[in-house]
């Protein structure tokens, strides 16, 4: 018996963000024979989500990231910035870098990944709507790495500066001519900006700027 079911509290109220049937058919099923959960209503992708989210006022919401028809990060952005009261909980099959830490920029509470036991994502949906944070031991040690990582310290605006006339291609030479400073400067801040960035070159310096949205 639940925590909640053994106190005879109020059921913690859930929203299904999945854009397969499948998986949305599967967790209300888990979750709805599961004493201390209801289920109010599902959403095929992002931005039904919001709206649903709005209308339902759900404790949790379990949101998939990559979803045709709007995608959970824009939703959880969306979600923060309406100041909905639901915690998010991202449910996902992916553990990458590039998907982890933009949801839990966003706002999500946790991020936990659909193969996990179900033990496991009952006690995550309890522990969100508490408000603590639920991370899948992968996910922990990722952040934990790219945290530890080098390449998440901001570049400085100079430091933008020469890395957009990097991108068109520009010579240290031009580089220095236009911004007013000495090549030796322009090498300095080269040094500074492969350092945060985790390359070696300028090839990579672009290419690592347009995958992290500092280019675009």
Request: no cysteine; hydrophobic share 45%.
């Amino acid at each position: 018996m639940t925590e909640h079911a053994a106190t005879g509290a109020a059921p913690i109220t859930l929203l299904i963000v999945d854009d397969h049937p499948v998986v949305r058919d599967g967790l209300r099923g888990m979750f709805e024979s599961a004493p201390g959960f209801r289920v109010l209503g599902e959403a095929p992708n992002g931005v039904e989500a919001v709206s649903l989210a709005a209308a339902l006022d759900p404790d949790v919401i379990l949101m998939d990231l990559r979803m045709p028809g709007g995608g959970g990060v824009d939703a959880i952005r969306e979600l923060a910035r309406t100041g909905a009261r639901a915690k998010v909980l991202v449910l996902t099959t992916y553990d990458t870098d590039s998907d982890t830490l933009p949801a839990i920029e966003a706002g999500a509470t946790g991020y936990l990944l659909k193969d996990a036991p179900r033990d496991e994502l009952f006690t995550g949906v309890r522990a969100a709507a508490e408000g603590r944070t639920v991370l899948s031991p992968a996910v922990a040690s990722r952040l934990v790495s790219a945290v530890r990582a080098p390449g998440n310290e901001p570049l400085s605006a100079r430091e933008r500066e020469v890395l957009a006339l990097v991108a068109r291609g520009t010579s240290n030479r031009e580089i220095a001519r236009e911004l007013f400073i000495s090549e030796a400067t322009v090498k300095t801040h080269l040094t500074h900006l492969y350092a945060k960035l985790g390359v070696n070159d300028r090839a990579a310096a672009v290419a690592a700027a347009y995958q992290r949205g500092i280019l675009g």
